[in-house]
């Protein structure tokens, strides 16, 4: 199993839908977790970090389960221009007891007018 | 605006041809990460530098060096590029070692090997 899996892509949505990602982690030791934003041939943004009791930014809310060990990412009122890929990055407790960010493969998104 | 700088953006180089990305910064962060990204991957964590603490991956090739001469620069050396090494390379900076901090990229150098 990976250390981080998320949802098969692509979605492709209209504009003004509602889409949500999910990410899984494997390593329960897991202590933060992110949600970056990657366009074609740029490098990862940071979108939004996520907090136990869920966090909300404009149309987008990230939410963490920790029992379950996945995390989410939802977006509403689909833009155009949301358009990217969506990476789920874990801050895990490496075998070496060394901290590292674990990536996700990303989730690719297109809004379509 | 303080920012993490890679150059060059391109990077052309021949098989085997030794070849350094550089990237600085001006935030004033103590951790650099280099990460390779190759097309529909995950960032693949080379290496970082704690202030001047090296850190390699255990599954980081021989092929790959680094050196940090101060807190603003970091370089990537590959010593002999094979077709393989071909990818996009990612320089990344975070304030410190901590779980919560957030890491902030450059624009990234796209390496093609010929």
């Known amino acids: 199993r990976k250390e981080v899996e998320q949802d098969p892509g692509p979605f492709n949505v209209p504009e003004g839908a509602t889409v949500a990602f999910n990410c899984t982690y494997s390593?329960?030791?897991?202590?933060?977790f992110f949600w970056y934003r990657q366009d074609c041939r740029k490098e990862p943004k940071l979108l939004m970090s996520?907090?136990?009791?869920?966090n909300e930014d404009g149309r987008f809310t990230a939410q963490l389960n920790r029992a379950s060990q996945y995390i989410s990412l939802l977006i509403r009122d689909s833009k155009l221009s949301d358009s990217a890929t969506y990476l789920c990055?874990?801050?895990?407790?490496?075998?070496?007891?060394?901290?590292?960010?674990?990536w996700g493969l990303g989730t690719s998104l297109a809004v379509n007018p | 605006d303080a920012m993490v700088i890679q150059n060059p953006r391109y990077q052309v180089t021949q098989f085997g041809k030794p070849v350094t990305l550089s990237c600085s910064q001006t935030?004033?962060?103590?951790?650099m990460y280099w990460y390779q990204q190759k097309s529909s991957q995950a960032p693949k964590l080379l290496f970082h530098?704690?202030?001047?603490?090296?850190?390699n991956e255990a599954d980081t090739p021989d092929n790959f060096q680094s050196r940090r001469p101060n807190t603003s620069f970091c370089f990537l050396d590959i010593r002999s590029p094979g077709l393989g090494d071909a990818a996009m390379y990612l320089c990344?900076?975070?304030?410190?070692?901590?779980?919560?901090?957030?890491?902030?990229f450059g624009p990234g150098t796209r390496l093609t090997v010929t």
């Open positions: 990344a900076t975070s304030r410190d070692g901590l779980a919560s901090r957030q890491q902030y």
């Open positions: 935030l004033n962060h103590n951790v």
């Open positions: 530098y704690y202030d001047k603490d090296f850190n």
């Open positions: 390593n329960s030791a897991s202590q933060s």
């Open positions: 996520v907090y136990s009791s869920g």
């Open positions: 990055a874990v801050n895990t407790l490496t075998a070496g007891n060394n901290r590292k960010l674990i």
